[in-house]
């Protein structure tokens, strides 16, 4: 019996026998080769894909590269089956002791080698650390405590909130980039602060500046976001939350801006579209100043 043309590779059908499944089936195969990454795994191609693009980690595997090179309707497939489901994090991006994570999305992410995969990725988290900076003790007894001469833990002051809010825009005019974007995970970790003493003003002051902080995210426009993990206590919870809770109402409220604004655009056009008439009676009110004239010649040509 001849074998069918269809299930060989040659020019006409670069994909042999895959060529003839259906689509769905293609796109299981497809999701098989790019399973999820290994993160323990320091030599996984997820973890190469990350330090080149210059993001913290990458939650997939890469299609293989001898797929890719099979032709371009493959490629294509399975990038895009690739990228609809891998999410990329972005780590550490408020730590001052840590500029490698903010150089790698602002130099390799958002004008390097990662600019193609800035393009073409779909959902991205940020994990913010928000970090509690030392207060020194203030009396020479509490150099012998267990903080070791530190009176406690307690939020940053003005000058550091303002770099901390700094970084954060610099992290979305690289995301504002990403076209294809439609995922956006906020993930907020910290622990307790250590305090000695406190009022209710000093709370309400850090709840003010965690959010303001996190202002630069209300910037993404078209992009479903969500709460990732928060590992904090339940105020801290209820802050995120409702700061991401404002954003989505924000994002609706555009959005019906933007709707209301294209339908009252096309009732314009229509109107401009739609054929002048005479009209009389109760409704000459609504003629042009140059048809009332029109139709006073008429009448005084006639009579």
């Given at each position: 019996m001849a074998s069918s043309t269809s299930n060989t590779i040659s020019p006409t059908h670069p994909l042999g026998t895959l060529s003839t499944l259906p689509f769905e089936l293609r796109n299981q195969i497809l999701d098989l080769l790019t399973p999820s990454a290994n993160p323990s795994s320091p030599f996984s191609a997820s973890k190469a894909l990350a330090d080149r693009i210059g993001v913290g980690a990458v939650s997939h595997v890469p299609p293989p590269t001898s797929l890719l090179l099979t032709c371009k309707q493959l490629s294509h497939e399975a990038l895009d089956v690739y990228?609809?489901?891998?999410?990329?994090?972005?780590?550490?991006?408020l730590d001052l002791f840590s500029p490698w994570s903010m150089m790698g999305v602002e130099e390799t992410l958002?004008?390097?080698?990662?600019?193609?995969?800035?393009?073409?990725?779909?959902?991205?988290r940020v994990d913010v650390f928000w970090e509690w900076l030392p207060?020194?003790?203030p009396a020479p007894g509490l150099a012998s405590s267990v903080l070791g001469g530190v009176?406690?833990?307690?939020?940053?002051?003005?000058?550091?909130?303002?770099?901390?809010?700094?970084?954060?825009?610099?992290?979305?005019d690289v995301l504002v980039q990403a076209a294809q974007l439609q995922f956006f995970c906020l993930g907020w970790k910290e622990c307790a602060p250590l305090r000695v003493g406190g009022d209710e003003a000093g709370f309400l002051w850090e709840a003010e500046a965690r959010k303001r902080v996190l202002g630069p995210v209300?910037?993404?426009?078209?992009?479903?976001?969500?709460?990732g993990e928060v590992v904090a206590g339940r105020e801290v919870e209820e802050v995120i939350g409702g700061f991401l809770g404002e954003v989505r109402r924000e994002m609706?409220?555009?959005?019906?801006?933007?709707?209301?604004?294209?339908?009252g655009e096309k009732v314009i056009l229509e109107e401009k579209k739609r054929p002048a008439k005479l009209v009389t009676g109760?409704?000459?009110?609504?003629?042009?100043?140059?048809?009332?004239?029109?139709h006073r010649r008429?009448?005084?040509?006639f009579e």
């Open positions: 990228y609809r489901k891998t999410v990329f994090s972005i780590e550490r991006v958002g004008r390097g080698r990662g600019a193609v995969v800035l393009g073409r990725m779909r959902r991205v207060t020194p003790a009176d406690g833990l307690l939020c940053p002051r003005e000058s550091e909130i303002m770099c901390r809010m700094e970084r954060m825009g610099r992290v979305m209300k910037r993404l426009r078209g992009v479903r976001v969500v709460e609706r409220e555009r959005e019906e801006r933007k709707e209301r604004k294209v339908d109760e409704r000459k009110h609504l003629l042009t100043p140059e048809d009332r004239e029109m008429k009448r005084s040509y």
